[in-house]
C-alpha cells in the first residue's frame, strides 16, 4: 500500500519533524510513506470572507494537482465522520483487500480545506469536534495510521 498525507504548511517545531520522521520509520515496514508539503498561502491580517475564500482556493488548487487520479480520498475536516482506532484499521484493510492501494489523506491549513478538496475525498475524516493545529494533525494521523497497520498485523500496541 502506498500512503501519501498532503499537508499545507511546513514542520516549523523540530519536536513535530522528529515525530512525523519516528512513525514515518515505523510505518516503512507496512507501507510506502510519503509526505507531500504544500506551501501555505499568507493570509492577510484581518482577512475579509473573500480574502480567506481566495486563500482556501489557491491552496486547494495545490492540493488537487499533488492528488492521484486513482487515489483514495480521505479529507481531514471538523464535518467528518469520527472512528474508533479498530473501525480505522478495518477500513484501511478493507481498502487493501479491495484493491486500492494508493491512499492519500489530506490535511488543510489554518482555514480548513477548500471545498472541492472536501468533494473529491471519498471519505470525510474527523479526529474529534476539537480543533487542533493542523502541524499537530500530521502527527496524530500517522499515529493512527500506524497503529491500524498494527492491528492489522494482529500485532500489540498499547491502549
Given at each position: 500500500?502506498?500512503?501519501?498525507i498532503i499537508?499545507?504548511?511546513k514542520?516549523?517545531?523540530?519536536?513535530?519533524?522528529?515525530?512525523v520522521?519516528?512513525y514515518?520509520?515505523r510505518?516503512?515496514?507496512?507501507?510506502?510513506?510519503?509526505?507531500?508539503?504544500?506551501?501555505?498561502?499568507?493570509?492577510?491580517?484581518?482577512?475579509?470572507?473573500a480574502?480567506?475564500a481566495?486563500?482556501?482556493r489557491?491552496?486547494g488548487?495545490?492540493?488537487?494537482e499533488k492528488?492521484?487520479?486513482?487515489?483514495?480520498?480521505?479529507?481531514?475536516?471538523?464535518?467528518?465522520?469520527q472512528?474508533d482506532?479498530?473501525?480505522?484499521?478495518a477500513?484501511?484493510?478493507?481498502?487493501?483487500?479491495s484493491?486500492?492501494?494508493?491512499?492519500c489523506?489530506?490535511?488543510g491549513?489554518?482555514l480548513?480545506?477548500d471545498?472541492?478538496v472536501?468533494?473529491r475525498?471519498?471519505?470525510r475524516?474527523?479526529?474529534?469536534?476539537?480543533?487542533?493545529p493542523?502541524?499537530?494533525m500530521r502527527?496524530?494521523?500517522?499515529e493512527?495510521?500506524?497503529?491500524?497497520f498494527?492491528?492489522?498485523?494482529?500485532?500489540?500496541?498499547?491502549?
Amino acid at each position: 500500500m502506498h500512503i501519501r498525507i498532503i499537508a499545507v504548511g511546513k514542520l516549523k517545531e523540530k519536536f513535530f519533524a522528529d515525530a512525523v520522521s519516528e512513525y514515518e520509520k515505523r510505518l516503512s515496514r507496512f507501507a510506502k510513506m510519503e509526505i507531500v508539503q504544500i506551501p501555505d498561502t499568507k493570509i492577510p491580517e484581518k482577512a475579509s470572507e473573500a480574502e480567506e475564500a481566495a486563500v482556501l482556493r489557491a491552496e486547494g488548487d495545490k492540493i488537487l494537482e499533488k492528488i492521484p487520479q486513482n487515489a483514495y480520498v480521505y479529507a481531514l475536516c471538523v464535518e467528518g465522520k469520527q472512528r474508533d482506532s479498530e473501525e480505522f484499521a478495518a477500513e484501511i484493510k478493507e481498502l487493501a483487500l479491495s484493491g486500492k492501494s494508493d491512499v492519500c489523506f489530506i490535511i488543510g491549513g489554518s482555514l480548513g480545506l477548500d471545498e472541492r478538496v472536501k468533494a473529491r475525498a471519498q471519505m470525510r475524516l474527523s479526529f474529534s469536534k476539537m480543533t487542533f493545529p493542523h502541524m499537530l494533525m500530521r502527527v496524530v494521523l500517522l499515529e493512527q495510521i500506524y497503529r491500524a497497520f498494527k492491528i492489522n498485523h494482529n500485532e500489540s500496541y498499547h491502549k
